[in-house]
């Protein structure tokens, strides 16, 4: 059984904080030449066929079904799966990305965008580019400074960063063919999803709808970087006139000021899906901003396109058709998640579906052509609606879930950390399942009281004291308790699972389907796993020393089938998670893992902490009354990064062991006066007054003096 003690429910989105690690570098480093490099040019063919060999795209193909034909590596020798090579991406933070192969090379993205281009068949580095990303734009990244991969067209390699560039590089040996700016830097923007590529357009969306932000997507040109259309989801001030018609049509289903509050949100920070026969490129759309919607149109309606998939010609941007999972979003229940096309019968008929699984608990099969839903079940335990309306099309919301004046605060499933993720999924068309990382993660909402939107810091207008309460103050515990994460291999015809494989806890990698009848997804617990895909059943697993969030790929080089996964724990729930480490991973390493069948390769022995508690500092006299203002300026402010109770999970400092607690006025330095900025911490000047300030410090004590501390190396298996 797993050990949960120090499970924080946790939080979608969280602040970016200070990192130990320093990488300056902005040359590309080219170490050795051992591959030949061709000249072989990846254009729309190479997507759409598909060559098994590599893994060309994010989601393998435009279809994103991340399903690969081959089926070398089988349930017959999976048991035989051994590591081949690995290769350390220098990362203690989160690592996100899947890892694109084409023509025998690796590229991968690390922590802070550092792209690591490698010999699929060695490990051996050819070269690495450091974009030398902007901390302190940075600093606004709600979910650790990780980066979900780059996309290959033509002889070059694209990146988004997170202080919100494009980058294009040479794929032969990193230099750079253009970087160009696609936020206003005033604006706290973020970029962590990968691009897609279609017919030398590049996309690219971005992020920062905790914080306060208007969104959109951009299509640049692949040749020079020029920007070619801008698509906003959410529309702007309308007396300043309205970019498109979709926007003036989206505007009618808004009230207020919402351009005051914190741009509307919407932003589109990860999923995207392309059919070349149709022509459309779908777009999946965040949650609003701020999240509370009494605050960002007070009279209510849909507030389109939040939360949406939404279908677009990729030549022009111009809006085709839309269908939004949560009209009136309120809980940071997003429609980013990962969407896949697929082709299926159902009720006898052949039909162009695409698929998805947001945040909000549903799994939804749309007709891809027209934006029909056709079919929506929970593929996990929902409260927050009974059902989605196959009349209307919406979800029927239970009595507590709008939260608010009059309601009682109910412990809410899903929560912002979503029945699903960013974690992307697979479609098997041999058994037609799709393999979602699903999760149970609850959460109590409540409203903001005396909400003041704060330029820079988190508006989500939603007070997270509801949720985030030391253990044993009340409603944490219970919400501990409650949260699970599976594999769930889920019937989108029959809209039920198939079969489901309950991990630890929530959190788990994403998944990969092959025709071997394999089923691999990495976990928190830090083990890559395979499963035979029509019964569930584990065949193999691996111990990655560290918790997995990426997706695995795999590909085939002389007739070798090679299964690939980019490990390393992180990601916003990880940073609110508290304290727990997989067991035997004490340290945090991003790595890339490779396997084939008789591999023998063995992991560098991770060194573990094994160190004795550090001296707790000494307590500050404070009233209850300023313990309170700091435990609800933490709760709101540091919680996200530093963790539930002053438990860091590691990857960031732990402040509970922090000398700068002890020191008052550095404390203000730090906090205030952004003295750590360089490093990731957010300069939180504008947002926190001293007294304040000086209250999270007397709390963080109080919390590092309590009797919690033997949790902390407490290992979860
Ligand atoms: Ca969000």
């Given at each position: 059984?797993?050990?949960f003690?120090?499970?924080?429910v946790?939080?979608?989105?969280?602040?970016?904080?200070?990192?130990?690690?320093t990488?300056q570098?902005?040359?590309?480093?080219s170490?050795?030449?051992?591959?030949?490099?061709?000249?072989?040019?990846?254009d729309?063919?190479?997507?759409?066929e598909?060559d098994?060999?590599g893994?060309?795209?994010?989601?393998?193909?435009?279809?994103?079904?991340?399903?690969?034909?081959?089926?070398?590596?089988?349930k017959e020798?999976v048991?035989?799966l051994?590591?081949q090579w690995?290769y350390?991406?220098g990362t203690?933070?989160?690592?996100?990305a899947?890892?694109i192969?084409?023509d025998?090379i690796?590229?991968?993205?690390?922590?802070?965008n550092?792209?690591?281009?490698?010999d699929?068949?060695?490990?051996?580095?050819?070269?690495?580019y450091?974009?030398?990303?902007?901390?302190?734009?940075?600093a606004y990244g709600?979910?650790?400074?990780?980066n979900?991969?780059?996309?290959i067209?033509?002889?070059?390699?694209f990146?988004?960063?997170?202080?919100?560039r494009?980058?294009?590089?040479n794929a032969?040996?990193?230099?750079?063919?253009w970087?160009?700016?696609t936020i206003d830097?005033?604006?706290?923007?973020?970029?962590?999803?990968?691009?897609r590529?279609?017919?030398?357009?590049?996309?690219?969306g971005n992020?920062?709808?905790?914080?306060?932000?208007?969104?959109?997507?951009?299509?640049y040109?692949v040749?020079?970087?020029?920007?070619l259309?801008?698509f906003?989801?959410?529309?702007g001030?309308?007396?300043?006139?309205?970019?498109?018609?979709a926007?003036?049509m989206?505007?009618?289903?808004?009230?207020?000021e919402?351009?005051?509050v914190?741009g509307?949100?919407?932003?589109?920070?990860?999923?995207?899906?392309?059919?070349?026969e149709?022509d459309?490129?779908?777009?999946?759309?965040?949650n609003?901003?701020p999240?509370?919607?009494?605050?960002?149109?007070p009279?209510?309606?849909?507030?389109l396109?939040?939360?949406?998939?939404?279908?677009l010609?990729p030549?022009?941007?111009?809006?085709?058709?839309?269908?939004?999972?949560?009209?009136g979003?309120?809980?940071d229940?997003t429609?980013?998640?990962?969407?896949?096309?697929a082709?299926i019968?159902?009720?006898g008929?052949d039909?162009?579906?695409?698929?998805?699984?947001?945040?909000?608990?549903?799994?939804?099969?749309?007709?891809?052509?027209t934006?029909e839903?056709?079919s929506?079940?929970?593929?996990?335990?929902?409260?927050w609606?009974?059902?989605?309306?196959?009349?209307?099309g919406?979800?029927?919301?239970?009595d507590g879930?709008r939260?608010g004046p009059?309601?009682?605060?109910?412990?809410?499933?899903?929560?912002p950390?979503?029945?699903?993720?960013?974690?992307?999924?697979?479609?098997?068309?041999q058994?037609?399942?799709?393999?979602?990382?699903?999760?149970e993660?609850p959460?109590?909402?409540g409203?903001?009281?005396?909400?003041?939107?704060?330029?820079?810091?988190?508006?989500?207008g939603?007070?997270?004291?509801?949720?985030v309460l030391?253990?044993?103050?009340?409603?944490f515990?219970?919400?501990k308790s409650?949260?699970?994460?599976?594999?769930l291999?889920?019937?989108p015809?029959?809209?039920?699972?198939a079969?489901?494989?309950e991990?630890?806890?929530?959190w788990?990698?994403?998944?990969?389907?092959t025709?071997?009848?394999?089923?691999f997804?990495?976990?928190a617990d830090?083990?890559?796993?395979?499963?035979d895909?029509?019964?569930?059943e584990?065949l193999?697993r691996?111990?990655?020393e560290?918790?997995?969030?990426?997706?695995?790929i795999?590909?085939?080089?002389?007739?070798?089938?090679?299964?690939?996964?980019?490990?390393?724990?992180g990601?916003?729930?990880?940073?609110?998670f508290?304290?727990?480490?997989p067991?035997g991973s004490a340290?945090?390493?991003?790595?890339?893992?490779?396997?084939?069948?008789g591999?023998?390769?063995?992991?560098?022995q991770?060194?573990?902490?094994?160190?004795?508690?550090?001296?707790?500092?000494?307590?500050i006299?404070?009233?209850?009354?300023?313990?309170?203002?700091?435990?609800?300026?933490?709760?709101?402010t540091c919680v996200?990064?530093?963790?539930?109770?002053?438990f860091s999970s590691?990857?960031?400092p732990?402040?509970?062991?922090?000398?700068?607690?002890?020191?008052?006025e550095?404390?203000?330095?730090?906090?205030l006066?952004g003295?750590?900025?360089k490093r990731?911490?957010?300069?939180?000047?504008?947002?926190l007054?001293?007294?304040?300030a000086?209250?999270?410090?007397?709390?963080?004590?109080?919390?590092?003096n309590s009797?919690?501390?033997?949790?902390?190396?407490k290992?979860?298996?």
């Amino acid at each position: 059984m797993h050990d949960f003690r120090k499970l924080s429910v946790l939080l979608c989105a969280l602040l970016l904080a200070a990192c130990s690690e320093t990488q300056q570098n902005t040359e590309a480093e080219s170490e050795q030449e051992a591959v030949e490099l061709t000249d072989s040019l990846v254009d729309a063919s190479t997507i759409i066929e598909a060559d098994p060999g590599g893994w060309v795209t994010h989601g393998g193909t435009y279809s994103e079904q991340r399903h690969s034909p081959l089926q070398k590596v089988n349930k017959e020798n999976v048991a035989d799966l051994g590591l081949q090579w690995s290769y350390d991406l220098g990362t203690s933070r989160g690592i996100e990305a899947t890892p694109i192969v084409h023509d025998g090379i690796m590229y991968v993205t690390s922590t802070w965008n550092i792209v690591h281009a490698l010999d699929a068949r060695s490990g051996a580095k050819i070269w690495s580019y450091d974009p030398a990303v902007d901390k302190e734009q940075a600093a606004y990244g709600c979910c650790d400074a990780v980066n979900r991969g780059v996309a290959i067209w033509g002889d070059s390699v694209f990146t988004g960063t997170l202080d919100g560039r494009l980058i294009s590089l040479n794929a032969k040996n990193g230099a750079v063919n253009w970087d160009v700016n696609t936020i206003d830097k005033s604006q706290p923007y973020t970029i962590t999803g990968a691009p897609r590529i279609v017919d030398g357009k590049v996309f690219i969306g971005n992020g920062g709808a905790e914080l306060g932000v208007r969104g959109y997507m951009s299509a640049y040109s692949v040749a020079d970087g020029a920007l070619l259309w801008r698509f906003h989801t959410v529309p702007g001030n309308p007396a300043d006139g309205f970019e498109s018609d979709a926007m003036k049509m989206a505007a009618e289903t808004w009230d207020g000021e919402w351009w005051n509050v914190g741009g509307g949100g919407g932003t589109v920070w990860d999923s995207m899906a392309y059919d070349p026969e149709l022509d459309l490129l779908y777009i999946g759309v965040g949650n609003g901003s701020p999240w509370n919607q009494k605050i960002r149109s007070p009279g209510g309606g849909d507030n389109l396109f939040l939360s949406s998939i939404v279908a677009l010609r990729p030549d022009t941007g111009e809006y085709v058709w839309h269908y939004q999972t949560t009209p009136g979003e309120t809980w940071d229940y997003t429609a980013t998640q990962h969407m896949i096309l697929a082709d299926i019968e159902i009720d006898g008929a052949d039909r162009q579906v695409i698929m998805q699984a947001p945040k909000n608990g549903f799994f939804y099969v749309i007709d891809r052509a027209t934006g029909e839903l056709i079919s929506a079940n929970n593929f996990v335990p929902v409260n927050w609606a009974t059902h989605v309306d196959m009349e209307t099309g919406r979800p029927v919301e239970t009595d507590g879930a709008r939260y608010g004046p009059g309601k009682e605060p109910m412990v809410q499933l899903p929560g912002p950390l979503g029945a699903h993720n960013w974690h992307p999924m697979s479609y098997s068309p041999q058994t037609g399942l799709v393999y979602i990382p699903a999760q149970e993660a609850p959460w109590v909402y409540g409203d903001k009281k005396d909400f003041a939107y704060t330029p820079g810091a988190w508006n989500t207008g939603t007070d997270f004291i509801y949720a985030v309460l030391p253990t044993e103050r009340g409603m944490f515990a219970a919400l501990k308790s409650m949260a699970k994460g599976r594999l769930l291999a889920w019937d989108p015809v029959a809209q039920k699972p198939a079969w489901s494989f309950e991990h630890g806890g929530p959190w788990n990698g994403g998944v990969l389907s092959t025709a071997g009848g394999l089923v691999f997804q990495g976990t928190a617990d830090a083990h890559l796993a395979a499963y035979d895909a029509a019964s569930g059943e584990r065949l193999w697993r691996f111990f990655t020393e560290t918790g997995v969030v990426a997706a695995p790929i795999t590909y085939e080089l002389d007739g070798e089938q090679y299964v690939a996964v980019a490990s390393g724990w992180g990601g916003s729930f990880v940073l609110g998670f508290g304290g727990v480490l997989p067991s035997g991973s004490a340290v945090n390493v991003g790595r890339v893992l490779v396997f084939k069948v008789g591999g023998q390769a063995e992991l560098p022995q991770t060194e573990l902490k094994d160190e004795p508690l550090p001296t707790k500092p000494a307590m500050i006299e404070v009233d209850e009354e300023t313990l309170a203002l700091g435990a609800n300026a933490y709760a709101n402010t540091c919680v996200g990064c530093h963790g539930d109770q002053a438990f860091s999970s590691g990857l960031v400092p732990n402040l509970r062991f922090s000398s700068y607690t002890t020191n008052a006025e550095a404390w203000k330095t730090v906090l205030l006066e952004g003295a750590l900025a360089k490093r990731g911490m957010p300069n939180f000047g504008s947002v926190l007054d001293e007294a304040t300030a000086e209250a999270i410090r007397a709390f963080v004590i109080a919390e590092a003096n309590s009797e919690r501390d033997e949790a902390f190396y407490k290992s979860f298996d």
